[in-house]
């Protein structure tokens, strides 16, 4: 669940005490001052279930820490530096979020580039080639993981092909399935790896023929069981999207993207729904979901040791 600002964080917190989230995503309205930002995150962990705080960094257009960081290259730019390079950035923003209690980041974007015009995906991609992404990605993500910062790669199976922006429309790759395997790549190439991996809202006919949106979708979620498989947390990206907008309530959806695969569902801004969304919840099976994300709380961060998937470590150099 998202956190709203002031004067309604106290009264979310009240809430969340009631009906506990798994995570507690935290926006740029909730970032003031560090030492605000280390109390709030506090508070979160004192809730039942202890909570995990979880926040978009990516750099560039997504940074909600402007307000104490500044303005920060995004991936289009670092994604051109040396792997060491990359490592080092992201471990750096890896030792500030643990310093002010966030756990996590939504980040690295696997998508591939180059983004196409108002997909929201401009300047938020690391290359254009699977291989780049790749090599890219895993260097993020062991900054952060050395850091004590769990990574989650997104947004699976792929946004690369979109000429829509997922926050507004439903996306459609109307691609065949030999051209959708490149942009599955950095994926499957990644997701043993990975302590998150989010589900993207999209139409992949080559995936699921029903073309059921991705976050709902069986067929596609379980390719993420395929060897390598998945060892981390499944998680669809925010609900509240407009992709999502022709299947039924907040509830509804969350309930859809359970029962399809997904171990926990985002919902930013709605934080009000959420005793209905517990309600509607009771009819699904959770038990399988509920181990998965307890046994994955007892792996730290560094376990995820950013070896390619036949377990020899990686190149520290250009890709």
């Known amino acids: 669940m998202g956190l709203p600002a ?3 964080e106290a009264e979310a917190l009240k809430l969340y005490e009631k009906y506990p989230p798994g995570m507690v995503i935290l926006f740029a309205h909730n970032i003031r001052m560090p030492s605000q930002v280390r109390t709030l995150c506090r508070n979160i962990h004192a809730l039942p279930g ?3 705080v979880v926040i978009d960094l990516e750099g560039g257009c997504v940074n909600r820490l402007k307000s104490l960081l500044g303005d920060l290259p995004g991936a289009s730019e670092y994604g051109s530096w040396t792997l060491t390079k990359i490592e ?11 310093d002010l209690g966030v756990d996590a980041d939504f980040a690295p974007v696997l998508d591939l580039g180059p983004a196409a015009p108002d997909t929201g995906l401009e300047g938020r991609t690391l ?21 004590g910062v769990y990574s989650c790669i997104k947004h699976f199976p792929g946004l690369g092909a979109s000429t829509l922006d997922s926050h507004q429309d439903l996306p459609r790759m109307d ?23 989010m589900v993207a809202h999209g139409v ?12 709902l979708s069986r067929p596609v979620i379980s390719l993420l069981n395929r060897r390598p498989a998945c060892r981390g947390l499944i998680v669809s990206d925010d609900l509240e999207m407009g992709a999502l907008k022709r299947y039924g309530s907040l509830a509804r959806r969350a309930e859809l993207a359970l029962r399809a ?3 926990m569902v985002i919902i930013s801004h709605e934080w009000p729904t959420i005793p ?8 699904v099976r959770l038990d399988a979901a509920l181990a998965r994300f307890d046994a994955w709380r007892t792996t730290p961060p560094s376990s995820w040791n950013g070896t390619d998937p036949s377990g020899r470590r990686v190149h520290e150099g250009r890709p």
């Open 6 to 8: 002031e004067p309604e």
């Open 50 to 52: 202890n909570p995990l």
């Open 88 to 98: 080092a950035l992201a471990r750096q923003w890896g030792v500030c979020l643990a």
């Open 127 to 147: 290359g254009d080639t699977p291989d780049e992404v790749i090599v890219r990605a895993r260097a993020f993500m062991r900054g952060l993981h050395k850091a």
């Open 175 to 197: 691609l065949g399935l030999r051209r959708m395997q490149r942009h599955l790549r950095p994926f499957r190439a990644l997701k043993g790896d990975s302590p998150m991996v």
């Open 204 to 215: 992949y006919p080559a995936l699921d023929a029903s073309e059921t949106p991705s976050s």
């Open 261 to 263: 695969g997904c171990h």
């Open 276 to 283: 209905d969304i517990a309600r509607r919840l009771r009819r």
